[in-house]
């Protein structure tokens, strides 16, 4: 059983899979298969996709785990593991995010609305929970209407997908209490 089935399962959710696809490559013959599982976890839709590849290619397209927020919302938001570029932009600007907490300032790179993220860089849970993980947030163009979280190789077990949920979770309770809605 894989992680999808697991988590759908215990949260008596939906699962799916397509059909396996298979395609003959200059390199070798290649299968390809997305999985796919949506689940609610305190009144909330949560979504979790998989476009799984093996054969000669034996490579998996990142989980996508998005939340949905039911309405659409103003704000941006933007998290990722800093680059040197980024590195090098907190050297010459270093006020810029100070009032993110230093370990992980030093580990992400923070975007977007300036009041979600001073919410979020004081809530001692949710920067504890992204701390020393390699994960993607944004919630794409305006208005939004959901946040996605990319773990950048896996969801290794059921602990880490429940504290990716509390990320979400305390980003959404931010993003509605901020009474941003369109």
């Known amino acids: 059983m894989n992680i999808i089935q697991e988590l759908t399962k215990k949260y008596d959710g939906k699962y799916s899979e397509d059909l396996t696809k298979s395609v003959n490559s200059p390199i070798k013959k290649y299968v390809y298969q997305p999985k796919s599982g949506i689940i609610e976890v305190d009144g909330t839709k949560i979504s979790i996709n998989l476009n799984e590849v093996g054969g000669a290619m034996p490579v998996t397209e990142p989980f996508r785990i998005t939340l949905h927020l039911g309405k659409n919302h103003k704000t941006k938001l933007t998290v990722f593991p800093k680059d040197l570029w980024n590195q090098f932009l907190d050297f010459i600007l270093p ?35 992204i701390i020393n993980e390699r994960i993607y947030i944004e919630t794409g163009k305006k208005p939004i209407d959901r946040v996605v979280l990319t773990p950048e190789y896996e969801i290794k077990d059921i602990d880490q997908f429940e504290k990716f949920i ?8 931010k993003i509605k209490t901020a009474h941003n809605k369109v």
């Open 166 to 173: 509390t990320v979400l979770k305390q980003i959404e309770n």
């Open 95 to 129: 006020k810029r995010r100070e009032f993110i907490p230093k370990p992980v300032r030093k580990q992400f790179w923070f975007g977007g609305d300036k009041d979600l993220l001073k919410q979020l860089a004081s809530d001692k849970t949710f920067t504890e929970s």
